[in-house]
């Protein structure tokens, strides 16, 4: 599986932003797709993930009531709609996936085995 991310840029605070990730190869086996971030001289951190059957969301408490994730199966897409965007927001953004079902969406980065190549987004205050 390979992962395509796109959308980031600079935008201001309180601005919206949206980031969509392209899954292409197996992506049959896909059963999660999700978001990190990573901040500067940070870790990555999870943002949020979707379950591609079904449908089912989880999100970080950072980003709670801002964000949105949702998937189109008919293109193997998903996106992160990112609303009133803070400074604190600024970073990298990977794609993420994985093919093995779990019960709940997984929030390490060890869950995931495809990572797509990141995508600047940068806030100003």
């Known amino acids: 599986v390979q992962l395509q991310a796109s959308g980031g840029g600079l935008v201001q605070a309180g601005d919206s932003l949206r980031l969509s990730c392209a899954a292409s190869?197996?992506?049959?086996?896909?059963?999660?797709m999700g978001w990190f971030h990573q901040a500067p001289g940070m870790e990555r951190e999870f943002v949020a993930g979707i379950n591609w059957s079904g449908g089912r969301s989880y999100y970080a408490d950072s980003v709670k009531g801002r964000f949105t994730v949702s998937g189109d199966n008919a293109k193997n897409t998903v996106y992160l709609q990112m609303d009133s965007v803070k400074p604190e927001d600024t970073g990298v953004y990977y794609c993420?996936?994985?093919?093995?079902?779990?019960?709940?969406?997984?929030?390490?980065?060890?869950?995931?085995?495809?990572w797509g190549q990141g995508t600047q987004v940068t806030v100003s205050s």
């Open positions: 993420v996936a994985k093919n093995s079902p779990s019960a709940i969406i997984l929030t390490t980065t060890r869950s995931y085995q495809y």
């Open positions: 190869g197996r992506t049959f086996s896909i059963y999660t």
